[in-house]
């Protein structure tokens, strides 16, 4: 079904909601989930049954913590292509053929070439997955440093203004 859409259709974004595209990390103590899941499905394209109560929580608090991460590199190595002379095109045809290329840069390459701060995830809800999962990690006694410097980041822009904005507006931080 997914092939109905264009590839930049990613599970998680507005836009994949909108199609019907989106993926249900479920936790579940009680068995209930048998009971919601024929209007999940077809509100989905997947359901991720992932045990207790709190499970679906953690993981997709680690998803979006690797968005953060991952869109922070995208962004900076556009950053350091641009200022060393490079034309967009030939770093985006570029990584198109190398291993870092992802869903991710797929889904922010238009807002980046655009400069379109629209938002699909914002800064603020971002912000608050990244509080959340460093809070998690803490009580579970891990350290997330690069989350921890990047969660700083995103106050930062909250405070600035930009939390309504697309976290692809942290390219401009």
């Given at each position: 079904?997914?092939?109905?859409?264009?590839?930049?259709?990613?599970?998680?974004?507005?836009?994949?909601?909108?199609?019907r595209q989106t993926?249900?990390?479920?936790?579940?103590?009680?068995?209930?989930?048998?009971?919601?899941?024929?209007?999940?499905?077809?509100?989905?394209?997947?359901?991720?049954?992932?045990?207790?109560?709190?499970?679906?929580?953690?993981?997709k608090l680690a998803l979006n913590l690797?968005?953060?991460?991952?869109?922070?590199?995208?962004?900076?190595?556009?950053?350091?292509?641009?200022?060393?002379?490079?034309?967009?095109?030939?770093?985006?045809?570029?990584?198109?053929?190398?291993?870092?290329?992802?869903?991710?840069?797929?889904?922010?390459?238009?807002?980046?070439?655009?400069?379109?701060?629209?938002?699909?995830?914002?800064?603020?809800?971002?912000?608050?997955?990244?509080?959340?999962?460093?809070?998690?990690?803490?009580?579970?006694?891990?350290?997330?440093?690069?989350?921890?410097?990047?969660?700083?980041?995103?106050?930062?822009?909250?405070?600035?203004?930009?939390?309504?904005?697309?976290?692809?507006?942290?390219?401009?931080?």
């Open positions: 079904m997914l092939a109905r859409y264009p590839k930049w259709i990613k599970p998680g974004s507005k836009i994949a909601a909108e199609h993926v249900y990390f479920v936790g579940d103590d009680e068995g209930a989930l048998p009971a919601v899941e024929p209007v999940y499905r077809g509100l989905s394209k997947a359901i991720m049954p992932l045990g207790p109560v709190g499970s679906a929580m953690a993981v690797m968005i953060a991460t991952s869109f922070q590199s995208l962004a900076e190595g556009l950053r350091l292509s641009r200022a060393a002379g490079l034309a967009d095109d030939d770093f985006f045809r570029c990584l198109d053929l190398n291993i870092a290329k992802s869903g991710l840069a797929d889904l922010k390459k238009p807002k980046l070439l655009a400069g379109d701060w629209s938002p699909q995830f914002s800064v603020k809800h971002l912000d608050k997955d990244l509080r959340h999962a460093l809070r998690l990690a803490e009580s579970r006694g891990v350290r997330l440093p690069q989350a921890a410097q990047l969660q700083q980041a995103y106050a930062a822009a909250q405070a600035d203004g930009l939390g309504e904005a697309d976290f692809s507006v942290m390219y401009t931080r």
